[in-house]
C-alpha cells in the first residue's frame, strides 16, 4: 500500500490534495493501492468524491508533529511501501522519523530546509533558482526537479490547443477557496470599466468557496458573466476561452498545457515565486497581488486584457511560449521514478 499525507480547508484551499489526487490517480493505473490520510473533513470529503478512501488522523493541519507517534504507527502496522507528504507544515523532524521506517516523498515548494527524505518533489519552473544538486549531493535522494514533474491531471495530456483569432471569452479562476474574493473584485472591478460588454467572463470557483452565492448573484445582474463551481472538466473549459485571469498555482501549468494566455495574480506569500518564471521568462503577464495592492493589481489585470485584445501578436508570442512548458506528462514521470526504485527494492 502507498499511503499519501495532504490537508485543504478553506485556509489552505485544494492545491495540495488535487495534485495529491492527480498522483494518486497514476499510481491506482499502474496497479497500486492507495490510501490519503488528513486531518481536515473537507479534504475527506474531496479524496472520497474521487475515489479514494481516507483516514482522519487526531491531529492539526499546521503541526504535523502531533501525529507523529499515530502516523508511525500506522505505517507499520499496515505495512505501507511509501509515503507521500504534501504540506508545508511537515517539519524536518516529522520526514526524517518517518523516512527512517518508509521512503518519503515530500513536495517541497520552498528549498526552505534540508529534509532526509527519499524523494523530493519540486516541479516549479523557480527551482532551477535552489542549488538542490549542492544541498544533496552527498545524500541518497532521489530529486525530481523542474515543470516536466509539473502533476498535471489525466485531461490535460492530451487535451485540445488553444487557438484563437480575437479575444472574447476570458476564463477567471482562483482555485479551490479565494478568502480574498478575487474573483467577485474582479467582476465588479470589470463592469464599471468600458468594454466590459465586450467580453464574456467565465468564472471557475473551486469547492471551498464562500462567495459562490455572491458569484451567482452577479451572474443574474450580468448578461455576459456565467459562473461554474468543482468543475471536472477543465482541460476542456480553458480550451474554449480565448485567455486567462488565475491566480498563481499548478493552474497556471495547466494553461500553459492548452495554451492560453494568461494573467496571473497572488494571494499568498507561497506564490510570490511564479513572478520569477512566468514573468520574468514573459510566459506569462504578472498583474500584481492581491495581498499588497488589490486595486492596483485589478487596473493592471484590466490594462493587459485590453493589450491582448488590441495586438495579436502579443497573443500569439504568449501562447507559443506557454506551450512549451508542460507536456501533461509529470504524474506519469513521478511514478516511474517512485516505481522502479520501490520494484528494484522488492
Known amino acids: 500500500m502507498i499511503a499519501i499525507r495532504t490537508d485543504a480547508n478553506k485556509k489552505l484551499a485544494t492545491g495540495h490534495v488535487m495534485r495529491c ?3 494518486a490517480k497514476e499510481l491506482k493505473k499502474r496497479g497500486e493501492s492507495v490510501v490519503f490520510f488528513t486531518v481536515e473533513a473537507e479534504c475527506k470529503s474531496i479524496i472520497e468524491a474521487n475515489s479514494f478512501s481516507a483516514v482522519m488522523l487526531d491531529g492539526v493541519w499546521n503541526n504535523l508533529e502531533e501525529e507523529l507517534d499515530e502516523m ?3 505505517i507499520i502496522k499496515d505495512n505501507v511501501r511509501l509515503l507521500v507528504v504534501d504540506s508545508y507544515y511537515a517539519s524536518p523532524k516529522y520526514l526524517k522519523e518517518i523516512n527512517d521506517i518508509v521512503p518519503v516523498l515530500y513536495v517541497d515548494d520552498f528549498f526552505s530546509h534540508k529534509y532526509e527524505v527519499s524523494y523530493l518533489l519540486n516541479y516549479n519552473g523557480f527551482s532551477f533558482l535552489y542549488d538542490y544538486e549542492k544541498r544533496y549531493e552527498n545524500e541518497a535522494v532521489v530529486c525530481m526537479l523542474g515543470p ?5 491531471r489525466e485531461e490535460f495530456a492530451d487535451a485540445e490547443k488553444k487557438c484563437s483569432d480575437k479575444v472574447k471569452r476570458i476564463l477567471l479562476l482562483c482555485g479551490g477557496g479565494d478568502i480574498r474574493n478575487c ?3 474582479q467582476l465588479d472591478f470589470f463592469s464599471d470599466q468600458s468594454g466590459f460588454s465586450e467580453y464574456e467572463f467565465v468564472v471557475v470557483a473551486g469547492r471551498l468557496n464562500d462567495n459562490f452565492q455572491e458569484l451567482k448573484d452577479k451572474e443574474a445582474v450580468f448578461a455576459n458573466v456565467t459562473v461554474l463551481v468543482d468543475i471536472n472538466n477543465m482541460a476542456s473549459v480553458m480550451a474554449e476561452c ?4 488565475s491566480a498563481a498555482s499548478t493552474t497556471l501549468y495547466e494553461l500553459c498545457a492548452i495554451g492560453v494566455p494568461t494573467i496571473f495574480y497572488e494571494t499568498s506569500e507561497d506564490q510570490k515565486m511564479d ?7 514573459e510566459i506569462m503577464v504578472h498583474g500584481g497581488s492581491f495581498m499588497d495592492d488589490g486595486k492596483e493589481t485589478l487596473k493592471n489585470i484590466w490594462k493587459y486584457i485590453k493589450d491582448f485584445t488590441k495586438d495579436k501578436y502579443m497573443w500569439e508570442m504568449y501562447h507559443e511560449r506557454m506551450m512549451k512548458v508542460v507536456d ?19
Open 21 to 23: 489526487l492527480t498522483i
Open 72 to 74: 508511525k504507527g500506522i
Open 148 to 152: 516536466s514533474y509539473a502533476p498535471l
Open 183 to 185: 474573483l467577485g473584485q
Open 242 to 245: 480565448d485567455m486567462a485571469v
Open 275 to 281: 513572478a520569477c518564471f512566468f514573468d520574468t521568462n
Open 328 to 346: 501533461g506528462m509529470g504524474a506519469q514521470r513521478i511514478v516511474n521514478t517512485l516505481l522502479e526504485d520501490i520494484d528494484n527494492e522488492v
